[in-house]
């Protein structure tokens, strides 16, 4: 398995993406080749162009990124080849348009039309012979890792469950190892056999090629065979905490199976002063950018708003911050003036009548937020991070969540990993979920993660699975 932000990702879909970077650029070379055969001089000329691998790089970068927002890099989203022949025509003809317009824009990245027809021609081949050939490759010889459970109760059931669910990370669970006295009756999970107890695990581990270990006891004292476990270690195999292991299957922090001892002691939560200034100077500069190059849409949302209902074209609301301040949240109004008139503060829901017409459409685009870019420049907020909540419902939540008000230790977001992987929350059960999705931002808080999560709420505005 492979981590990526302390996230498993799907070894295929890494070396699918690694490997179609370094084919599409061949094919660029190739096309050049094509477009100059027979003339070597002109050949070597056009490669030794100051700019040429300024082309190269948008050529190659934004094919790429449209590869990935067609979910091309997703293995368990495309299983079948139509699908993947379909999203791959949708992929190069959106990387087509966008190259079209980035050369509109900065002429001096063209790459000539000969050059660029030959090219697109030489990337559809090689992703396709490419896809092909690593199909069966990979159902031959794809590195299987094999994981053992240590454990028999509900946190291990939960690992297995989360583990069946990544089929993608080609892991297979030889079983568990029950560690309980002899006298005590455990039923055994159902996913896999039972293989022995804790006296059996270096026997286990050897026969069944045991390269990954996750220790799953709710209670660990007296029972965890700690120098087995040490011997295998020194051995070269991975020994993982089942809150580890299901917080990278899944992305988030199972507040159900965190221990306080887990904060303490596990990798992540770093955020040093360097780090914390040079995202606050990309927030400015990320800022300013989105803001001016927004400001076209927002004049015509503006008017769009005024249009459909009375009231104001803004709306400003209160929303807790960095560490526990209040601020005033910018949004263009989704909302009928009187939507909290008679209840209050309340949750918003699927299909919420207080929404108006051009709300709902605001909403799923997420462009009632566009104006929280002023946020993102006067220090309120952060382009990524936790949502801001209402002091209302912060209220509530940090007497029914534990661990709450850790949200509140970095700027809240105008996206976040939560907002890209959960939609807006409804109740405290969603909150609690979503709490889940800002403790694993927070321990694994980096540049490269915020760009990822910029990327993800790209491909989710585009595909209008914003807001309810």
Not at 102 to 130: C, E, K, M, T
Not at 175 to 186: A, C, E, K, T, Y
Not at 218 to 247: F, K, N, W, Y
Request: with cysteine.
């Amino acid at each position: 398995m492979i981590r990526l932000f302390n996230k498993y990702v799907s070894p295929k879909g890494f070396v699918l993406a690694m490997l179609e970077a370094w084919l599409i650029t061949i094919a660029l070379l190739a096309a050049v080749r094509i477009r100059f055969w027979g003339n070597t001089a002109g050949f070597e000329s056009y490669l030794a162009m100051p700019g040429f691998a300024f082309q190269a790089i948008a050529f190659v970068g934004i094919l790429q990124i449209c590869l990935y927002y067609c979910d091309l890099y997703d293995v368990a989203a495309l299983r079948q080849r139509v699908d993947q022949l379909l999203a791959l025509g949708q992929s190069i003809g959106s990387g087509c348009l966008l190259l079209g317009l980035l050369y509109f824009v900065f002429p001096d990245l063209v790459i000539g039309r000969g050059v660029f027809f030959i090219g697109v021609a030489f990337v559809i081949f090689v992703i396709l012979l490419n896809r092909t050939l690593l199909d069966r490759v990979w159902h031959m010889a794809a590195p299987m890792e094999t994981m053992l459970i240590i454990g028999t109760g509900k946190l291990a059931e939960t690992v297995a469950e989360e583990l069946a669910v990544r089929s993608d990370l080609s892991v297979r669970l030889a079983g568990f190892l029950r560690v309980h006295p002899p006298q005590i009756s455990v039923q055994s999970p159902p996913q896999a056999p039972v293989l022995g107890c804790g006296d059996d695990l270096i026997d286990v581990v050897t026969a069944q090629s045991v390269s990954r270990i996750v220790v799953a006891l709710e209670d660990r004292r007296g029972v965890l065979p700690t120098r087995d476990l040490v011997r295998l270690r020194v051995q070269g195999i991975r020994v993982e905490d089942a809150t580890s292991t299901i917080s990278s299957l899944t992305g988030r922090v199972w507040l159900e199976t965190v221990r306080p001892g887990w904060f303490v002691f596990s990798d992540g939560f770093r955020r040093s002063k360097l780090t914390l200034l040079i995202k606050r100077i990309l927030d400015l500069v990320w800022g300013v950018i989105g803001l001016t190059l927004s400001l076209p849409i927002m004049v015509i949302v503006a008017i769009a708003v005024r249009l459909d209902s009375k009231g104001p074209i803004l709306y400003r609301q209160s929303r807790v911050g960095l560490r526990g301040a209040c601020f005033k949240v910018l949004k263009f109004r989704s909302m009928r003036v009187d939507a909290e008139a008679a209840k209050g503060a309340q949750w918003a829901v699927d299909h919420d009548p207080r929404v108006t017409r051009v709300g709902r459409f605001l909403r799923k685009y997420r462009f009632d937020e566009l104006p929280q870019f002023i946020n993102v420049i006067r220090g309120e907020m952060s382009f990524v991070g936790p949502r801001p909540e209402r002091p209302e419902f912060v209220e509530v939540l940090r007497k029914e969540i534990s661990y709450y008000d850790e949200r509140h230790s970095v700027r809240p977001g105008l996206t976040g990993w939560a907002q890209v992987r959960y939609p807006y929350g409804s109740n405290v059960a969603d909150a609690i979920r979503k709490l889940e999705y800002d403790l694993f931002y927070l321990k694994n808080m980096s540049f490269f993660f915020d760009c990822a999560i910029i990327l993800d709420t790209v491909q989710i505005v585009l595909n209008g699975k914003g807001g309810k």
